[in-house]
């Protein structure tokens, strides 16, 4: 809980109203962003994102599963997000669970799209090893919130983003001849490896709305003054793959739809700048190595 | 635009007064989904809790083991407490009673699809399956669908409480889909509206 005289809740509102902000940016603006990746040598892919004061960690594991025997053809994704309480004395006990949960469900309805798969930034299918047989991979997707300072699930979502391009998928052979209804037998490669598709994976983009005006980025202050926001997901062909909205206010139906195209075009912005982010990560990783 | 046949609500049946030792209480029939709501309090908040000018809302939503086809917690059912919770929030004028806590306990009794709406506030949901729209889901065609857009809205002030979308939608097609949500939500809130108006005026007993 941030504790804020009435003093300095008028200049956070009256700063918003004027298209200037208390660390002096414009409504529509996010703080710098700061990317590594690959920093957690036991995952298949990591990468750890700071916004401002925010600071979070996302890791990709991938593991040999069974698929869902209703989908056999696919593989799983399951996203948790872990928020400790060395971030916030209030993410203790039931706080940072509710917290956590939230974030998580959040983060699955942004990034796995459909039931049928459609508008899914992780392709199912490509998790699947061989068809029919039983045996794929599942992923395991990890955030960390090590710091807050607001905005945790455009961070989280840029994270997981970064983590999914760092990915690498050991290649497998499976032995032909086992009976199609047993496990077959795996032989892992620890040589050869596959890089994972990032290219449908959309960024989140949350427009909080304080006062009669909507900000992206908020910091932790501004989110205790807000009255809801709406946090939308959007690939790189601008269509929208998720949306969640927070905050018990309610909205006019032609406010979330302003929201929406305010979204999309923020979002062209933060896409190209993420890409060119991860790019340099990547490079900057490779060299270390 | 292309509706499939049925772009209609089910008949929708709501009774109150389901539930004698609560404060208030109904019962709700879309279909196949039978649900049970509770509400108690306001009464006062737990010791533990900190002192707050403004009241509280406590919101559990639970299913009977055998309302889905498959026994026990999918997924989507754990997250639906903390939805209905942000869903009321804003229609609820919590400061008008402080320091106590009022709770809203819901009991699926059949899941014969996807519907949740209490109070005067009502909810929606559209499935997308290929070029053509849905409400009111049931089971089968939401494990089908391509996407899902969910809406909860105070129709007589014309705001949206709480709305989730997932899949792959383009503008136009969630501007659509919002329509659709939004004119259903009206309609459902007139049925809610004359159902609390019928219980008013019958004679008490």
């Known amino acids: 809980m941030v504790g804020l005289s009435l003093g300095e809740q008028t200049f956070i509102k009256g700063g918003i109203e004027q298209d200037l902000r208390t660390d002096g940016r414009k409504r529509l603006t996010y703080r710098p962003i700061f990317l590594e990746t690959g920093i957690i040598p036991q995952a298949s892919g990591s990468a750890r994102v700071k916004l401002g004061a925010t600071d979070v960690i996302a890791s990709v594991k991938v593991e040999l599963g069974k698929p869902n025997p209703s989908y056999p053809d696919k593989g799983k994704v399951s996203i948790y997000v872990d928020c400790s309480p060395t971030a916030e004395p209030s993410f203790q006990g039931r706080g940072g669970e509710e917290l956590s949960t939230e974030l998580s469900s959040a983060l699955e309805r942004c990034l796995l799209g459909g039931k049928s798969g459609a508008g899914a930034g992780i392709d199912l299918s490509s998790l699947c090893i061989v068809r029919g047989k039983k045996v794929c991979w599942d992923l395991y997707i990890d955030g960390l919130v090590v710091s807050s300072d607001g ?52 960024v989140i983009v949350t427009l909080t709305k304080v006062g009669g005006h909507y900000i992206v980025d908020a910091t932790t202050e501004e989110e205790s003054q807000m009255s809801s926001a709406v946090s939308v997901s959007i690939n790189r062909l601008g269509r929208i793959c998720g949306l ?46 | 635009m292309t509706y499939c046949n049925r ?106 699809g996807s519907i949740m709406l209490y109070d005067m506030v009502a909810a929606v949901s559209v499935s997308c399956i290929g070029k053509n729209l849905l409400i009111d889901p049931v089971s089968e065609e939401e494990s089908h669908q391509d996407g899902a857009l969910t809406i909860t809205c105070m129709p007589s002030r014309n705001e949206v409480t709480q709305m989730t979308v997932t899949g792959e939608w383009s503008t136009t097609k969630i501007n659509e889909a919002m329509q659709l949500c939004l004119d259903a939500c009206s309609k459902l809130g007139k049925v809610m509206r004359s159902c609390l108006k019928e219980a008013a005026s019958a004679p008490q007993d």
Do not use: W
């Open chain 2, 7 to 112: 772009a209609a609500c089910y008949l929708a049946v709501l009774k109150t007064g389901a539930v004698n030792s609560s404060s208030g209480s109904a019962y709700a029939e879309f279909g196949n989904t039978k649900v049970i709501v509770s509400v108690f309090g306001p009464r006062e908040s737990k010791k533990a809790m900190m002192y707050s000018n403004a009241g509280r809302l406590n919101c559990n939503v639970s299913y009977t083991t055998f309302a889905s086809p498959v026994r026990g917690q999918t997924p989507e059912t754990k997250n639906i407490s903390a939805m209905l919770h942000r869903a009321l929030e804003g229609a609820i004028i919590l400061k008008s009673f402080p320091k106590t806590t009022v709770d809203v306990f819901a009991l699926v009794l059949e899941s014969g």
């Open chain 1, 151 to 202: 905005n945790m699930l455009d961070a989280l979502g840029a994270a997981i983003k970064a983590a999914l391009s760092n990915t690498v998928i050991p290649k497998v052979q499976v032995s032909a001849n086992a009976p199609s209804d047993e496990t077959p037998e795996v032989d892992v490669s620890d040589e050869e490896f596959l890089q994972f598709d990032t290219s449908g994976v959309p």
């Open chain 1, 244 to 289: 969640t909205k927070r905050g018990g206010a309610g909205l006019h139906p032609t406010v979330v739809l302003d929201t929406i195209s305010a979204a999309k075009h923020v979002s062209e912005q933060l896409m190209n700048k993420l890409d060119s982010e991860i790019a340099a990560a990547e490079a900057c990783d490779e060299m270390e190595s």
